[in-house]
């Protein structure tokens, strides 16, 4: 593994770790503390609500928890914020352009490949293939033999993994 490789893997995995877990944690527990603390302990009437810390804290859970829920569900399920989220996604990742290397790049490829000259050959035998046709098994040929070497087939988006 190369050390740039290594260096960004230990960034993404720094990143996950961060926001995904640190962050979640940190920013709920201060969330919490700056609301009670600088907003209902010097409004009268919201420090009568709720007299302490533990009870805002749990009544601001009972009702975050599922108001995050619904909110969560609307994006993935009633808008289409996730769904254009998932379309950049798409379009970005390279390997929508590429065969994942392991059992795909080393097995299935191949395989794949073969099954297509196979039936390419019986059918030509028969003379079953147009001229159009016999032209776009080629092309298939072509790309399964560009995936199994590493290579791209068609252009992601962004260029920054195409080396």
């Given at each position: 593994m190369q050390k740039?490789?290594?260096?960004?893997?230990?960034?993404?995995?720094?990143?996950?770790?961060?926001?995904?877990?640190?962050?979640?944690?940190l920013g709920i527990v201060t969330t919490l503390v700056t609301v009670y603390?600088?907003?209902i302990n010097n409004i009268p009437f919201l420090q009568s609500v709720f007299p302490a810390f533990w009870i805002f804290s749990v009544i601001s859970l009972i009702v975050g928890i599922p108001s995050a829920v619904i909110l969560g569900w609307f994006h993935v399920k009633g808008s289409a914020i996730f769904k254009s989220e998932q379309d950049i996604t798409m379009e970005a990742n390279p390997y929508?352009?590429?065969i994942p290397p392991g059992f795909w790049q080393e097995a299935f490829a191949p395989l794949y490949l073969e099954l297509l000259k196979g039936m390419a050959k019986m059918l030509d035998k028969q003379n079953l293939l147009t001229n159009e046709e016999q032209e776009q098994i080629k092309q298939l040929e072509k790309k399964l033999e560009t995936l199994i070497q590493g290579g791209y087939v068609g252009t992601p988006?962004?260029?920054?993994?195409?080396?």
């Open positions: 740039s490789n290594f260096l960004f893997r230990v960034w993404y995995y720094f990143r996950i770790g961060y926001g995904t877990y640190l962050t979640f944690v603390y600088l907003a929508n352009y590429k988006k962004t260029k920054a993994d195409l080396q």
